[in-house]
């Protein structure tokens, strides 16, 4: 993520919750807030949802349209930088995450995979605004320690001037609830990405909304 002089600050909820603007309660929004305290609607689909439209570790992977076009511009641009990135996840279906999440229990235990993997009904990747991009040769995907190869460097710097944000960078864990992912990047707009990097880079602080970092009863 792009270094940042202002340092972050968190906003405590109060016990009615945080107080959002209309547009960050609004699943269909660009910039809508999903965390451990929020989940998107029950049965909620993401709208205008089209073909990520980049090269992916799979087929059939869709975004929303302004974040697929964003990150088609990305992409190009990284390329052109000497970068080949890759998409490895993009839209997930409610029943897909849950998938994913009892998968990592198995695994991990429970207490690792609230800190890596979201509860269905609350991963940013219901929205349709959120991809996980890897190095095309595999190096370091979907590790802490993609933070250090040339394409998590590239995505650090140059994410925010196509509208994403890398959403949960390191040292955001108390209040995101997440490990750091230098790879989950979040597409909020330009204007808006660039006010959050501003803010400190942490999506909760910049909105005002209070640290989520586990979830309600």
Not at 8 to 36: E, F, I
Not at 191 to 212: C, F, K, L, N, S
Request: hydrophobic residues 40%.
């Amino acid at each position: 993520m792009a270094s940042s002089s202002t340092a972050p600050t968190t906003v405590a909820p109060t016990a009615a919750g945080p107080s959002l603007a209309p547009l960050h309660r609004d699943p269909d929004s660009l910039q809508v807030l999903v965390n451990k305290h929020r989940p998107v609607p029950a049965g909620w689909t993401a709208p205008d949802l089209v073909s990520a439209g980049v090269v992916g570790n799979r087929q059939g992977m869709l975004l929303r349209k302004p974040a697929a076009q964003a990150l088609q511009g990305m992409v190009a641009a990284a390329r052109a930088d000497g970068i080949e990135l890759i998409l490895v996840s993009a839209h997930r279906t409610h029943d897909y995450q849950a998938g994913l999440y009892s998968n990592s229990i198995q695994r991990n235990g429970q207490a690792h995979a609230d800190r890596y993997s979201a509860r269905p009904g609350h991963s940013e990747h219901h929205t349709g605004l959120a991809a996980d991009l890897a190095a095309a040769d595999g190096t370091c995907t979907l590790q802490g320690c993609f933070a250090d190869t040339p394409e998590g460097a590239w995505i650090a710097q140059h994410a925010v001037e196509h509208g994403f944000v890398v959403r949960y960078p390191q040292g955001s864990e108390p209040i995101t609830g997440y490990g750091a992912e230098p790879w989950h990047l979040r597409f909020l707009g330009v204007d808006e990405a660039r006010r959050v990097m501003e803010a400190g880079g942490i999506v909760e602080t910049a909105w005002g909304a209070g640290p989520a970092p586990t979830y309600l009863p």
